[in-house]
């Protein structure tokens, strides 16, 4: 199944993320992350939620049934730059600490707490890198892991590609014409 | 200037203020205060004790559907809000503008599985529009003000303010000038000029075109520019279950009811069309059958007002969003000239000729309500309709609300439609058994000066007959009930014989003897047996000054055709020749 990656910003307000999250849910969808905070404008916050289904216009149209969304991208095939955190605690012996400390230099990880026998690394990156990291570290024995979820901005000026969608006047966007 | 009032204060003025003045409910723990304030405003704030909250819901649903208004409903903490979700979920599904007012437990024990709580806003999240939990007298005069905006534009649906008990206690100076901050719910009601006219074009190239009128019409109040519509471009007009009332069925372009239980020749004419024009409906699946399979040939325009709904179903060339009375209106504007018109008016005149032929082939009403009379039965469904025809089309000025089953698909295909709109009140989508009996007490308060008749089967009477008692402690005459008593569970009884070989699980069905019933509620009660009896008991309905019950006993296996199985094609129906 394919991921999908929905912008949405959003009235902050209680409930909001149940609402979104629930509307995803009720069509059986699975959300693989979902990172939301406030956005440049005051009372308004930004998700970034990452769908896993072959399917999403329908999600994006309803999303914007929700009182509080204000505006909904699907930015999957956009080029966007996406962002994701780790952060790890590893199984590090004294004998292991030195291979550790080298790969964490060569995928630019932080080393930001180090005990007798554990290590926590903190690394931010494009999906796939921190995929790639954490591959790397595992044989050595992950005692625990976190992960921030997806956050992604569209390049260039434009929030999103609007070429394919007639504006309604309300934000709101319909598809046009064949 | 503005002086301090409790919360529960703030909310009937709020009320008052948005033009409500009456309300259904039930009192209880948590939503006294409120009650405790409503005394004082009880000459502006009329308030109807209902029997059960659900009654309440569908009553306040029902008084919203009569006049396109505001419907209004209360219930206390836990129960009293768990008994709303039915109605809530029901108005979310036929958009219907629905007011919930919920009393919750104190904030201080708010989260604490408290006497009497539900999470009620978690509930009802998925099943109404917008939700909201008011924890601060502060915030009453905003939240009521932005909920009913919420309920009542755009495409209605129901609102619920959850409000802490001590919210209501408290007390507060409301600011009534705050502005609407709904920066994501600006509904669209003008159309796109250029989408309108590319509709324009495809309408004028079409050979066999056809309108789907839905909700949307009614809604709008936009029956009397899709007749002016239709009839510049004499465009055939199929209208749905909800669209009946959008456009008279007396009308020479009217064709009636399409989907599972619609006409033979609605169906077939929506397989055939090359261009087909929805306004104001949602493709439902009971009116598409299986949607990869709908109107084949078809190019399709769709105006809705909620763009969710263009595309879900059905594909589109043509979306339109905007209000259906501003679209048509848009429409009218742009039509071209007579004589650019001629092509259609004569295709149209042609592809008019050959569904009227495909009607007469397949048998128009008359002739199913003939048929069955002619069976041996003392008492055919299809006879009581017949009575009931005549006498409110001599009779006028009606509201014939019907609860859902079989009686509701024969109201739908055996009565003429043509009193406008507002007249059909009905539970489509969420198909709430037990809808009717508390609709009709809210159609009644709003339309104290016609006669509402209720049509309903005997399974959905006795899920909600307790608000016959509401109806007589209200002092309301002008309700008179037809149950279509015949012993099943109907629907699911004849999709059994049909589909599942007779057998019938969970559907054979006793009850009081209605009439009885009836008056011990201190109503009138007749028992008809007879299809000789019909008509004199009807009439005495009319001419009893109160409520009264008909209990038709009849015919116990009759099945509603034509009708098309679940997930089939429109095009392959059952009718009542091949499947009976």
């Known amino acids: 199944m394919k991921q999908h990656t929905i912008v949405a910003l959003v009235q902050d307000r209680p409930g909001v993320l149940s609402r979104v999250a629930g509307l995803v849910r009720r069509r059986g969808y699975n959300i693989a992350s979902l990172a939301v905070g406030h956005s440049e404008q005051p009372g308004i916050s930004r998700m970034t939620i990452v769908v896993e289904s072959d399917y999403v216009e329908q999600v994006v149209k309803q999303l914007y049934r929700l009182i509080e969304v204000i505006k909904v991208s699907d930015v999957t095939d956009d080029p966007t730059v996406e962002r994701e955190m780790v952060v790890l605690k590893l199984h590090v012996p004294p004998s292991a600490r030195h291979e550790i400390v080298s790969m964490c230099g060569v995928f630019e990880a932080k080393i930001v707490d180090v005990g007798t026998s554990t290590m926590i690394v903190e690394m931010t990156g494009a999906p796939a890198k921190v995929e790639n990291f954490i591959e790397v570290v595992r044989p050595h024995g992950i005692k625990e892991m976190m992960r921030t979820g997806r956050i992604a901005m569209v390049r260039g000026a434009r929030g999103h590609n609007a070429e394919q969608y007639v504006e309604t006047g309300n934000g709101m966007s319909v598809p046009t014409l064949n | ?580």
């Not at chain 2, 949607?291 to 084949?296: C, E, G, L, N």
């Not at chain 2, 489509?428 to 049509?455: C, E, N, Q, R, Y």
């Open chain 2, 1 to 580: 200037m503005s002086q301090q009032l409790t919360g529960a204060q703030i909310m009937c003025e709020a009320l008052i203020r948005e033009g409500v003045d009456v309300m259904f409910g039930i009192p209880g723990g948590a939503i006294m205060p409120f009650y405790f304030a409503m005394w004082e405003y009880r000459d502006r704030l009329r308030h109807v004790l209902c029997r059960h909250e659900q009654g309440a819901g569908h009553a306040a649903e029902g008084y919203a559907r009569a006049t396109g208004r505001l419907g209004v409903c209360i219930g206390t903490s836990g129960p009293g809000v768990t008994n709303l979700v039915t109605p809530i979920a029901d108005a979310m599904m036929d958009s219907t503008p629905l007011l919930a007012i919920c009393g919750q437990v104190g904030s201080h024990v708010l989260g604490k599985d408290a006497f009497q709580e539900t999470d009620i806003t978690g509930i009802t999240m998925p099943i109404t529009k917008h939700n909201y939990l008011v924890k601060d007298p502060n915030d009453l005069a905003y939240v009521f003000k932005e909920a009913i905006y919420i309920a009542t534009t755009g495409r209605p649906g129901p609102v619920l303010i959850d409000i802490t008990k001590d919210a209501m206690q408290k007390s507060a100076i409301p600011n009534w000038d705050v502005k609407l901050n709904l920066p994501g719910y600006k509904p669209t009601y003008q159309p796109n000029r250029k989408q309108i006219r590319e509709a324009i074009k495809l309408l004028a190239s079409a050979k066999k075109p056809l309108i789907i009128a839905g909700n949307g019409v009614i809604m709008a109040g936009a029956h009397e520019e899709l007749r002016h519509f239709a009839e510049r471009l004499r465009l055939p007009v199929i209208t749905t279950l909800h669209g009946i009332g959008a456009f008279p069925e007396e009308h020479p372009l009217s064709l009636g009811m399409p989907g599972m239980h619609g006409w033979v020749h609605c169906n077939r004419a929506i397989q055939e069309c090359d261009v087909l024009f929805n306004i104001g409906g949602r493709f439902d699946d009971r009116v598409t059958g299986k949607a990869s399979t709908f109107a084949p040939n078809a190019k399709v325009i769709h105006a809705d007002i909620d763009p969710s709904e263009i595309g879900k179903n059905v594909k589109v060339t043509v979306p339109i969003v905007g209000d259906a009375r501003l679209t048509l209106q848009a429409l009218l504007e742009e039509l071209p000239s007579r004589e650019e018109l001629a092509d259609l008016h004569a295709n149209a005149s042609d592809w008019m000729e050959y569904i009227r032929d495909l009607q007469d082939r397949h048998q128009g009403k008359q002739q199913y309500i003939n048929r069955a009379s002619t069976l041996n039965m003392s008492l055919p469904p299809h006879d009581v309709y017949a009575s009931l025809n005549q006498t409110l089309a001599e009779r006028g000025n009606y509201i014939v609300v019907t609860d859902v089953g079989q009686h509701q698909m024969w109201a739908a295909q055996l009565l003429d439609w043509n009193a406008g709109p507002r007249t059909h009140i009905t539970s489509g989508g969420a198909a709430t058994m037990g809808f009717s009996v508390p609709a009709a007490l809210g159609a009644a308060v709003a339309h104290p000066d016609k006669t509402i008749w209720v049509v309903c089967g005997d399974g959905g009477f006795q899920m909600t007959n307790q608000e016959m008692a509401t109806i007589v402690q209200e002092g309301i005459k002008n309700i008179k009930i037809a149950v279509i008593n015949n012993g099943y569970l109907g629907m699911v009884r004849q999709w059994q014989e049909l589909f599942e070989n007779k057998r019938y699980s969970g559907t054979p069905l006793s009850g009081p003897d209605f009439a009885k019933l009836a008056e011990a509620y201190h109503w009138k009660g007749i028992t008809v047996e007879h299809a000789s009896e019909v008509q004199a008991a009807i009439d005495e309905a009319h001419a009893t000054d109160g409520p009264v019950l008909i209990d038709f006993r009849v015919e116990r296996e009759v099945n509603v055709f034509p009708m098309v199985p679940q997930n089939s094609s429109i095009g392959d129906m059952i009718t009542e020749e091949s499947g009976a």
